[in-house]
């Protein structure tokens, strides 16, 4: 009681003590997400010209882009693909509004005539376009499934969206031409030519030693033309790539499991408390679900020919007697067993066409409502009538077959060779004559077949394959898992590029990598890198490890370039090969004596070589490649006139001017403006949009959530 009735004397106090600690706990997290803000910020993708694009819908609209790209796809891929057409839409919306462009709703739905007219769903009997069957498909889809009809919904919108662009796009091109005097300087460029000799002394006559290029010289060209090496933010790190493996001790497992599964074995059952007997494959007669249940890869029912076994074991195979096993022998990272099932004479090619019906409850029997029995006696009717008139068979598939992808061709399926289609199918086509015509039953529906040409009959096999493939057991992951650990350790308390070394393992060194990208050369995708890279946190030589999809990563933060111009080390590599040709050129011509063309040459070394007919539009000399600032020299001479040194891409030359061509001028240069304008808006909506884009003010978040 002494205790709480001291608590009442002090609640005024405690209170207080309470309301700072909660004011201080809230404090730090404000400050550690950036100010009172955060919550913006939290929430927020991106701002592109004041607009803000929510996270939760940015995010919705990357999971559907990624649902639609299918499972190879990552994430990253998505989020930067939604990414530009949320900067499209938000950069190109400001110009609508400005500009007041809109598009009404009957607009809309001609485009939605003009893109669903090919469409059967929305066609009538006579094949017509029908608003109509348009009206109930989307009443359909808003009353059984809110999510298809939110699709349709914005494949609505996105149909606006493009019709607004084109409006827009049309405008700017209808502002873009060629006037008449650029109509003739393409004319010109195009048609007048020169004939010259031109002495090429090459920059490889001057040795690379020869030439010191200082980084004073480096950073002074950077900063002479910034705009050329302006930088985003970029990280460097190196890593080392321990990759999963299988032992020699796991190889040989698998191989002896194999050898195992060959021979008939006795096993004890404990429920019937007696010993059973297990027949081998050598001596099992369901060959079939003896593979599936003892191999990676399932049995493959199909016959093949010695042409398709493109294994170095191909000649043993192809040979072996019926009902022998070969193996177990080792191919693309896999022991094997193989049996010879069959041996049969097939032609190894057929050409055949069919009549595809199908009944309601069929895989591709959408909207259709005969039953499976009528669907048996009409195609056993199609059979009938074709059977007696084949000129008949090419209508009855346009009218019947539910084939779309050649149901217009007369139901043509072309050549094709064993294992092409579904076993039912493709075992007609192979075990059946030329000229056959008869009905099939798939879980596709019936088909009426007709088997128009076979080659001549070669022997095929048909082997039954058990694949194990050779993976790395638990323990040789776990000695894999204390090799790297063993290395981290080492690498954090020494030198990772010793340490390497020492370990035997190459150290990968990746430049510039940029916040949003994912791609590491080596190993592929991996965000985490990247994303651990940019970490606040992270330091010029920490070292982490990585899970990757076949193994693991150690890697090392080298450099963090920050945004502006590039450094000096990462310019170099493009720098020094143009300074160091800058200063050959000013070697070179100071030993450049003589006042005509042989007397260069012969001091240079060099040969006098002759160019006829260069124009500007495609400046290529003989011998020495496209030089247009050469070509553009000789045409500003006279004739016979000699140049003075003239520093091109591939040498310094001198050039003499033998003879300028001028073409025939022209009544009218109005085609070649044309053409010219015709160029100009081609890329027009594209140079319109990029400029859009880099007047724009956009606020880049996505680094924080992806």
């Known amino acids: 009681m002494a205790v709480l009735n001291k608590i009442r004397q002090r609640s005024v106090f405690l209170i207080i003590i309470i309301a700072l600690a909660l004011f201080s706990f809230v404090l730090a997290d404000v400050i550690r997400n950036g100010g009172m803000v955060s919550q913006k910020s939290q929430n927020t993708i991106a701002t592109i010209n004041g607009e803000d694009i929510d996270r939760v819908d ?42 007041g462009i809109r598009v009404e709703e009957a607009h809309v739905k001609e485009l939605l005539r003009e893109q669903l007219k090919g469409n059967p769903s929305f066609s009538n009997e ?45 405008l700017v091109r209808a502002g873009v031409t060629a006037t008449l005097l650029e109509g003739e300087q393409a004319y010109r460029h195009a048609n007048d030519n020169v004939d010259m000799n031109f002495v090429q002394i090459p920059y490889t006559s001057i040795p690379d030693s020869e030439v010191e290029v200082s980084k004073s010289e480096i950073e002074a060209y950077i900063k002479k033309h910034p705009k050329q090496f302006e930088t985003d933010a970029s990280r460097d790190i190196q890593f080392v790539h321990f990759p999963e493996s299988a032992s020699l001790e796991d190889e040989t497992e698998v191989k002896n499991e194999l050898s195992a599964l060959m021979e008939s074995r006795v096993e004890y059952n404990p429920v019937s408390e007696s010993n059973d007997s297990i027949a081998g494959f050598s001596g099992v007669e369901n060959v079939e679900d003896f593979v599936n249940e003892n191999s990676d890869v399932n049995y ?37 067993l193989s049996k010879m099932v069959e041996v049969a004479q097939l032609p190894d090619s057929v050409k055949a ?69 579904v076993p039912a199918f493709d075992d007609f086509l192979f075990s059946q004559n030329e000229g056959t015509i008869d009905v ?83 190993i592929g995708a991996q965000r985490a890198i990247v994303q651990w890279a940019f970490e606040e946190e992270s330091e010029v030589g920490d070292i982490r490890r990585f899970d990757v999809s076949d193994g693991y990563v150690v890697a090392q ?64 000399l ?19 006139e000699v140049s003075e040194p003239v520093a091109g891409f591939n040498g310094v030359y001198v050039v003499e001017l033998i003879q300028k061509n001028e073409a025939t001028a022209m009544d009218s240069y109005r085609p070649y403006a044309g053409r010219e304008t015709a160029n100009r808006r081609i890329s027009a909506p594209t140079e319109v949009y990029e400029a859009l884009k880099s007047a724009a003010e956009i606020e880049d978040n996505r680094a924080r959530f992806y």
């Open 300 to 336: 493959t029912d199909v016959f093949v020919f010695r042409d398709q076994l493109a294994s170095e074991h191909a000649e043993e195979l192809f040979n072996l007697p019926q009902g022998e096993v070969y193996g177990p022998y080792k191919e693309d990272g896999a022991w094997k």
């Open 353 to 421: 066409k069919h009549i595809l019906v199908t009944y309601l409850g069929s895989p591709v029997g959408t909207g259709v409502t005969r039953t499976k029995e009528e669907a048996k006696a009409l195609a056993d009717s199609i059979s009938g009538v074709v059977k007696s008139d084949i000129e008949q068979f090419t209508s009855l598939a346009a009218e019947f077959s539910a084939d779309p992808s050649n149901k217009d061709t007369g139901g043509d399926l072309g050549w094709a060779s064993p294992g092409t289609f």
């Open 58 to 99: 940015f995010a919705r609209q990357v999971e559907a882009y990624q649902r639609n790209l299918g499972p190879n796809a990552t994430s990253a891929q998505a989020v930067n693909a939604v990414w530009d057409m949320n900067v499209r839409e938000l950069v190109l919306e400001d110009q609508f509004e400005e500009l």
């Open 126 to 170: 006579a094949g017509m376009f029908d608003e109509n069957r348009l009206r109930e498909y989307v009443a359909t889809l808003k009353s059984t499934s809110p999510e298809a009809y939110q699709q349709w919904v914005d494949f609505e919108n996105s149909v606006a969206k493009a019709a607004r662009e084109n409006v827009y796009f049309n």
């Open 557 to 620: 933060l080298t450099a963090k370039n920050e945004e502006g111009l590039k450094s000096v080390e990462s310019a170099s590599a493009t720098v020094l090969p143009i300074l160091r040709k800058e200063k050959k050129a000013e070697i070179i011509k100071s030993k450049i004596t003589g006042d005509n063309l042989q007397a260069i040459a012969q001091g240079q070394g060099q040969q006098v070589q002759t160019a006829n007919a260069v124009n500007l539009n495609s400046p290529i």
């Open 622 to 640: 003989p011998g020495a490649g496209s030089e247009p600032l050469v070509v553009g020299t000789a045409f500003g001479l006279d004739k016979g």
């Open 440 to 522: 099939v039953e798939t879980d596709f529906g019936f088909h009426v077949i007709h088997i128009e040409e076979q080659t001549a009959p070669e022997k095929a096999v048909k082997l039954a394959t058990i694949v194990r493939d050779i993976e790395p057991s638990e323990k040789s992951l776990n000695n894999l898992f204390a090799e790297v650990t063993k290395f981290e350790i080492a690498a954090r308390e020494g030198d990772f590029d010793k340490v390497a070394d020492e370990s035997g393992k190459e150290v990968r060194p990746v430049k510039e990598i940029k916040v949003l990208e994912e791609n590491i050369p080596g």
